[in-house]
């Protein structure tokens, strides 16, 4: 008797996870929505993205999720937080950003900040983007030692801002100290998978010229990006008119930052001239729509800014000017109201606005060679949400219902790099309880600060 050696072809191929959607939104091509399909993930990167049936014959899978009303996307990458302040959610609403931000803002900061305080507004903040669908986020704050070890522990994606702001904090006291805190950071953290940094300048109203341009010769040296506040308010650009004789725009570029390592957040005066520059010099924008709604800081000219070819992203900003970490709720007002400030209805439609709160903020931040897209090699973050709720019933278009309908308290499911983080609505390998509490203690304590 002969023996015919099996084909390889019947063999299947080993995977950690498959996830079974009846949506999948790739992201990549824009616009794209793949029906009946499934994504392989091994190692925490994804093998394949292909119809159940045949993912289900190709793949041996150690655990398989079936999600047959659900909708398979990129976890949200919010753009522009401070997320430490999440537990300053509330705390001076209804004001203009001068008067919040100095007369509110700082005080409580300068009375309470330290570590315990960062590691714990993080926590909160995690488990609420979580909760929302949101992977990974570029995070502006002090401490960032703190914040790193705490993303890490908690197995969450993030670029860690290294602060610079010429006055002294908690954090530093003197220009050298920041610069050398920052290079230490930077290099405990440099190899990490899941965190990177980023210098993050507060803005050109509190940093120096001298300071701005080493930031520049060392973002260079050290290959990361520069997150910067910058064209918040008609207030700020008037002042560098008048301090600077240009506006923030033209002095950075003086010293050399406008470029493609540019992260600029808010960006709500804005000439054409301007938007050319960004465009041509590669500078990716950050759109914090409700912050600047809240704060009535002006309207980004998002439309312009895609017309120009320049690179969009979404960000909520922190929890003391928003006052969520909603990237749905963020989406649907940055889609909204690009249409309002451009008078077009057309205006930055749902696979636009979905493709800025994905793969947009990934590049912003420099992360999308790993994230912000479903696609073969990516490491597998990725949110599922059931539109099976009569929110978004009847389901005409899919894209349509993400943005304009879908809130999210739909998130079922939500994994980091193939690791379940979100399952079915209970966070995984968080203490929820000690969030909570911690989160009360603070209240106490910043209640009891004098402010105003």
């Known amino acids: 008797m002969t023996y015919q050696p099996v084909s390889e072809a019947l063999v299947p191929e080993s995977c950690d996870l498959l996830i079974e959607a009846r949506h999948v939104v790739p992201i990549a091509p824009r616009g794209a929505v793949l029906e009946h399909h499934a994504v392989a993930v091994r190692d925490g990167v994804i093998l394949a993205v292909l119809p159940i049936a045949e993912a289900r014959a190709r793949f041996e ?48 900061e300068g009375a309470i900040m330290g570590p315990d305080y960062v590691a714990d507004g993080i926590a909160l903040a995690i488990a609420e983007m979580l909760r929302g669908g949101t992977t990974c986020c570029n995070e502006n704050y002090f401490f960032p030692d703190v914040q790193a070890a705490t993303y890490r522990r908690h ?11 010429d006055f002294p904090t908690a954090w530093a006291k003197s220009d050298d100290e920041y610069f050398d805190r920052a290079g230490e950071v930077h290099d405990q953290w440099r190899h990490d998978a899941l965190i990177a940094t980023a210098f993050a300048p507060h803005a050109p109203y509190t940093v120096s010229d001298d300071n701005f341009e080493r930031i520049r010769m060392l973002a260079d040296q050290l290959d990361v990006p520069v997150h910067l506040h910058t064209h918040e308010t008609a207030q700020e650009v008037q002042q560098s008119q008048e301090k600077h004789g240009q506006r923030p725009i033209a ?6 930052l406008i470029n493609d390592r540019l992260i600029a957040v808010h960006m709500t005066q804005l000439t054409d001239a301007e938007i050319a520059l960004c465009a041509a010099r590669g500078v990716s924008v950050v759109h914090c729509p409700e ?48 249409k309002a400030v451009a008078d077009d209805a057309a205006a930055f439609d749902a696979a636009s606005a979905l493709h800025a709160a994905t793969l947009g903020s990934a ?29 978004t019933q009847p389901l005409h278009h899919v894209l349509s219902q993400l943005v304009y309908a879908t809130g999210r308290h739909q998130v079922s499911d939500v994994w980091i790099a193939g690791r379940a983080k979100l399952r079915d609505r209970i966070l995984v390998d968080m203490d929820l309880d000690g969030i909570l509490a911690n989160a009360r203690q603070w209240q106490a304590r910043i209640g009891a600060v004098k402010v105003g």
């Open 363 to 391: 590049k912003a931040m420099g992360f999308d060679h790993l994230v912000g897209s479903i696609e073969p090699g990516k490491q597998a973050d990725l949110a599922c949400v059931d539109l099976s709720a009569l929110e």
């Open 155 to 165: 197995g969450f994606r993030a670029r860690v801002g290294l602060p610079v702001i």
């Open 251 to 256: 002095r950075l570029d003086r010293l050399g």
């Open 61 to 108: 899978a150690k655990e398989t999720v079936s999600r047959p009303e659900g909708a398979l996307i990129p976890g949200l990458v919010n753009a522009h937080v401070h997320n430490p302040m999440t537990l300053m959610r509330g705390v001076a609403d209804d004001l203009p950003l001068k008067q919040w931000l100095q007369e509110h803002i700082w005080p409580i």
């Open 291 to 338: 912050s600047n709604l809240k704060l009535a800081s002006g309207f980004c000219p998002v439309a312009k800014l895609l017309k120009a070819g320049v690179n969009v992203a979404i960000g909520t900003d922190g929890c003391a000017s928003n006052n969520d970490l909603d990237m749905f709720g963020e989406t649907r007002t940055a889609a909204l109201l690009a």
